[in-house]
Antibody, heavy 119, light 107 residues
Framework: QIQLVQSGAEVRKPGASVKVSCKTS?????ITWLRQAPGQGPEWLGW????????EYAQSFQGRVSMTTDRSTNTAYLDLRSLRSDDTAVYFC???????????????WGQGSLVTVSS | DIQMTQSPSSLSASVGDSVTITCRAS??????LTWYHQRPGKAPKLLIY???SLQTGVPSRFSGSGSGTDFTLTISSLQPEDFGSYYC?????????FGLGTKLEIK
């Protein structure tokens, strides 16, 4: 059974950076990152091809986000820079699934990592 | 970006009831529509993909339908564990976007 285990909660000041990790049970699938602010629906940040490292980021995060993987440790990383107070959210990693006419889906998800941005 | 609008935003129903949640896309997304269930403090869980395909292990009381811009999620014979929030998500084009959710309370 696929499992994704994320790093713990982080507190950062505005303007700082944060790195969230996601350890997977194996490296045979691609990883996507999402976040969810309190009381809101999830927001998609982008995804990374675990085989070749290619990435696709949501335009609203371009220039501030980086996604990487370390196949030797089956760990994916999300880097978010120039943090603002509205970046406060629970950040999730998930397996990125897709299939022809079936579209794209995210399953399973990690348990989430709370990132708080506050001065 | 494609906007996803869910209704109702919240509802209350009894065990055994049938409930329907609606999701509307701001443009046609064909059948590139996914539904998730989220309990408080937990990660979302995949229920249905491609508008009507049930994810392995999801009870058959969940069903999805629709194409183009209008979609529905139906839960027949509601169970106590079905409380929480439900989200639709489009994957027709990036950025993949979600609705604001429907919060289901069990009476």
């Amino acid at each position: 059974q696929i499992q994704l285990v994320q790093s713990g909660a982080e507190v950062r000041k505005p303007g700082a950076s944060v790195k969230v990790s996601c350890k997977t049970s194996d490296s045979s699938f691609h990883i996507t990152w999402l976040r969810q602010a309190p009381g809101q629906g999830p927001e998609w940040l982008g995804w990374i091809n675990s085989y070749n490292g290619n990435t696709e980021y949501a335009q609203s995060f371009q220039g501030r986000v980086s996604m990487t993987t370390d196949r030797s440790t089956n760990t994916a990383y999300l880097d978010l820079r120039s943090l603002r107070s509205d970046d406060t959210a629970v950040y999730f990693c998930a397996r990125f699934g897709s299939g022809g006419n079936s579209g794209v889906w995210f399953d399973p998800w990690g348990q989430g990592s709370l990132v708080t941005v506050s001065s | 970006d494609i906007q996803m609008t869910q209704s109702p935003s919240s509802l209350s129903a009894s065990v055994g009831d049938s409930v329907t949640i609606t999701c509307r896309a701001s443009q046609s997304i064909r059948t590139y529509l996914t539904w998730y269930h989220q309990r408080p403090g937990k990660a979302p869980k995949l229920l249905i993909y491609a508008a009507s395909s049930l994810q392995t292990g999801v009870p058959s009381r969940f069903s999805g339908s629709g194409s183009g811009t209008d979609f529905t999620l139906t839960i027949s014979s509601l169970q106590p564990e079905d409380f929480g929030s439900y989200y639709c998500q489009q994957s027709y084009s990036t950025p993949y976007t979600f609705g604001l959710g429907t919060k289901l309370e069990i009476k």
